[in-house]
């Protein structure tokens, strides 16, 4: 069996970061989604999709996601139900994120958060801090996302023995 879910879309509001009375910290927000095809009357259409995100990566999204902010979300879709004061069942349908990419850097993205830097990317996965680098420029980013050519141009010594061909 398989539950996987790939979200790519903005922000309709700031994330809202609680604490459960164990203190473990939960962020909740919603992902606006594009919808590939447009209506009759030709206008897009968005699906409004709940986002719930745990312990440090929760932290670090309301600490960083914003408003109007592309972000990829990778997770599972969780479908709770409780009783509401009237009586009535109520089912929540949601996105449980393991994974949350912010997909553009404070600047473009129209946030208003402090801190800038001019990275496209920069990947938080669940809660595990312990493999983030800092750069100079203030965004946190996995080891394993790291420039390639970070060397602006600089030769590269390469043995003809290291070639494929």
Known sequence: MLNRVILIGRLTKDPELRYTPAGVAVTQFTLAVDRPF???GGEREADFIPVVTWRQLAETCANYLRKGRLTAVEGRIQVRNYENNEGKRVYVTEVIAD???FLESNRDGGGNS???????????GGGNSSNTNRSS??????RDNQDPFSDDGKPIDISDDDLPF
Request: aromatic share 8%.
């Open 137 to 142: 420029n203030g965004n946190s980013y996995s």
């Open 114 to 124: 402090s801190g800038g830097g001019n990275r496209e990317e920069a990947p938080y």
């Open 99 to 101: 994974n949350v990419r």
């Open 38 to 40: 447009t209506s009759q």
